[in-house]
């Protein structure tokens, strides 16, 4: 039986990640936790963090087991055979050994679902350590993401979030091999007729993926909503060429633009690195110009920070950390402005909002279609119900 973390339970399971800055350290601190709270259960570490650095891992005083990419799905198995005070185990194989595809959504909030798609990167971004992390890319088939979106839709959810770690790159089988009749356009199209369905999102999607007919059949579809992030992480041609992104500036610009010239309304969102290796205050001013000049409605700001086994670490200057923490407070209010204006274009329109089933202090919150958010005092009948929105 699941159980909430403050409850007492037999096995505690830990799903690192490799992206936050303190993965070792969150980790050691919930297993210490755990011990304190209840030393005879038994702790499984997996996840990102679990395949890059299993001998790390293995090494925190209370942990019983290391499970790598793609020994995480079969972790009922390893159970079985784990008595706490054995010696601690690690089930990890090399990533380029990785395959098959583990479909997997979310079911919290019946309202909103994320859904697996497609998993690994087959690109080589060079401050990323995903694709050692997750090995890769590899899909679900079109055929099995209508399935469980049809499943989704009879459990009542009205709204899917597609995801996967390189999403626009939909089509690869589970060996890793191109399959010549599917791609993330054909899915989109796909998943466009599926009735039961009443909303979609998709997550996050590279520039240079986000061709111009997903844009056009997202623009001519009621189900997929006006919304995109899509990650840009220098507005610099230099710092993107030693990122190893397959973009320029100019291609991302052209990619909002046809956005907003067939979907005014619509939300985009941007990822953005500060403090790559070698960015100058005049590439970070290049960055910061052309935000500013883009249609954008918010951003995600990252501070760069260095990662084992990356090709970045070669790159030099480094930019001093108090620097990197200037440049990301001067985008963070750059977002907010992008954000306040983006609200203030809306205001008197009615919009779509898909409001959640639960509430908190008496409130309800929700998403217009154009990933505005709405927060009002909650009402029984309009919870996991779409609403027309007036925006004041
Ligand atoms: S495309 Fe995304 S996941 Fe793949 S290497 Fe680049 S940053 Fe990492």
């Not at 159970?79 to 079911?107: M, N, P, Q, W």
């Not at 909103?112 to 971004?125: A, E, M």
């Not at 030099?316 to 954000?339: C, D, I, T």
């Amino acid at each position: 039986m699941k159980k909430e973390f403050d409850d007492r339970a037999d096995v505690y399971v830990i799903n690192t990640c490799s992206v936050t800055d303190n993965a070792d350290k969150e980790c050691r601190q919930l297993v210490r936790r755990i011990q304190r709270k209840s030393p005879e259960s038994l702790v499984v570490i997996t996840g990102c963090y679990a395949q890059l650095k299993p001998k790390e891992i293995s090494g925190i005083p209370g942990v019983d087991l290391v499970l790598g990419a793609a020994e995480k799905f079969n972790i009922a198995t390893h159970l079985k055979e784990l008595t706490k005070g054995d010696s601690t185990r690690i089930s990890s194989c090399d990533i380029e050994e990785v395959s098959g595809f583990h479909a997997s959504y979310s079911l919290n909030d019946r309202t909103r679902t994320f859904l697996k798609v497609q998993d690994g990167c087959d690109y080589g971004c060079t401050f990323c350590t995903i694709p050692m992390a997750r090995g890769k890319s590899r899909s679900d088939s079109i055929d099995n993401v209508i399935r469980n979106a049809k499943e989704l839709a009879q459990k009542g959810v009205k709204e899917i979030v597609l995801t996967g770690v390189n999403l626009g790159d939909f089509g690869k089988g589970v060996d890793g091999a191109k399959k010549a009749e599917e791609s993330f356009y054909r899915l989109v199209q796909e998943l466009d007729n599926v009735s039961e369905i009443e909303r979609y999102r998709i997550s996050s999607i590279e520039p240079n993926l986000l061709s111009e007919e997903i844009i056009r059949t997202v623009a001519g579809s009621k189900k997929f909503m006006p919304h995109f992030h899509i990650p840009l992480q220098s507005g610099s041609n230099e710092i993107l060429r030693l990122m190893r992104r397959r973009y320029q500036r100019e291609l991302y610009a052209e990619r909002v633009e046809h956005i907003m010239s067939l979907m005014p309304h619509c939300a985009i969102g941007v990822d953005v690195i500060v403090g790559f290796p070698s960015e100058s205050d005049e590439h970070f001013q290049e960055t910061f110009d052309f935000l500013h000049s883009l249609d954008i409605s918010y951003l995600h700001v990252f501070t760069y920070s260095e990662r084992d086994g990356t090709k970045a670490l070669d790159i030099k200057p480094v930019v001093p950390v108090h620097v990197r923490h200037e440049r990301n407070k001067a985008l963070r209010n750059l977002s907010y402005m992008k954000m306040q204006y983006f609200t203030e274009q809306h205001r008197g329109q009615t919009r779509k909002v898909l409001f959640e089933g639960h509430q908190k202090n008496g409130m309800m919150e929700g998403y217009t279609d154009n990933y505005l958010r709405i927060s009002t005092p909650y009402r029984a009948e309009w919870a996991n119900q779409i609403v027309d929105w007036t925006i004041t």
